[in-house]
């Protein structure tokens, strides 16, 4: 109890005087254990270091508005920081969410679905490349990087494709000897099988924009993202449905992602 005492009267010296002093003494008592959650969170020091530096500097910065939260401590307070999550990037989701089962109702009118249809989905990439810039991924190390985004969107992404199949082959035996061979061929080609496709994508957009990001300047990138999109809307126009594999799906969704990010 002194010690939560003694830290929210370190917060009021640093807001009512900006006393170096006292912010030194919050600093040493807690940047090592806030240093440590960033590293377990991001996997990579570098990250984690400017992670910690920022976050240290909104404490310098908003003292005087951090003395008002009701806090028990200012280790949980400060930890209630680093953990919160956006609360405008979880209302974006959850409308996009919304809009997608809208969609996928069958009873909105033609108007309206083109309306949905026009910006739902771009909208889960936009708000990707902004959870990307926010946890500052591009100083992320790309194997780690790569390994991380392969566990938490490749795995689900063939395991949903195995349920598909086999709930398939359960429900409709009939069909399945001509459908299992283009099953097999969406799901390893990154296409998707029917609504799997965005996961694929999304693994695709990230990985494929961060190591172009990390390979060449900031102009560079803006061209290179943009001649992707050119060339995989002309793609999508001009062979989309001409193949067994419809590739462009995917790139065009992922040109657009490039944008959005950039």
Known sequence: LKEQRADKILLQA???????????????RYSQRL?????????NADTAFDLSQNFWLNI??????LIYENMDSAESLFFNMATKRISYLDMSKGIGII????GHTGFLSETALTWIMSFHMPLFFILSGMLLSHTNATKHDMSVFFKKKARSILIPSFSFSALSILFSAILDTASFASYLPN???QTFTFYGISVLWFLPALF???TVFLFIRKKTSLPVSGILYLIICLLTIWGANTYHYHYVIDFENNLSVFGAYLIAVF
């Open 35 to 43: 240093l440590q959650y960033f590293y377990n969170v991001t996997d």
């Open 204 to 206: 695709l957009g990230e």
């Open 14 to 28: 640093i807001a009512a005087s900006a006393d170096a002093d006292a912010f030194l003494i919050l600093y040493n």
């Open 60 to 65: 310098w910065q908003n003292a005087s508005q």
């Open 99 to 102: 809009l997608v089962v809208a």
């Open 183 to 185: 099953a097999l061929i």
